[in-house]
């Protein structure tokens, strides 16, 4: 089981960067996929996810507006669009995949990449 997550790096303030997870080694189009991101000194933090059913979606207000999450079930691949970057948005970005069936619950990470807004 992987989720590896790549496209991450430094952009100025204003700029966009598109994050990819690839996963592999579970059935990925039955996982709620998610980004999370971790700034130092601060709690991981939920960004945005999307189902497996409808691909409805869920931002963090911080985000809305700016972020865009998608899924391409046939490529096992999630993606974050981020647009207006800020220096605030400055984390590891992880990918998350969730599988909640009654009571058991599987859930898998990525390693995490690692986005940087500054001039």
């Known amino acids: 089981v992987q989720l590896v997550e790549s496209g991450g790096g430094l952009v100025q303030p204003g700029g966009s960067l598109r994050l990819s997870c690839a996963a592999s080694?579970?059935?990925?189009?039955?996982?709620?996929a998610s980004w999370y991101r971790q700034a130092p000194g601060k709690e991981r933090e939920l960004v945005a996810r999307i189902t497996y059913g409808d691909g409805s979606t869920t931002y963090a207000d911080s985000v809305k507006g700016r972020f865009t999450i998608a899924r391409d079930n046939a490529k096992n691949t999630v993606y974050l669009q981020m647009n207006s970057l800020k220096p605030e948005d400055t984390a590891v970005y992880y990918c998350?995949?969730?599988?909640?069936?009654?009571?058991?619950?599987?859930?898998?990470w990525g390693q995490g990449t690692q986005v940087t807004v500054s001039s």
């Open positions: 080694g579970f059935t990925f189009s039955r996982y709620i």
């Open positions: 998350n995949a969730l599988s909640q069936l009654g009571a058991m619950t599987k859930q898998y």
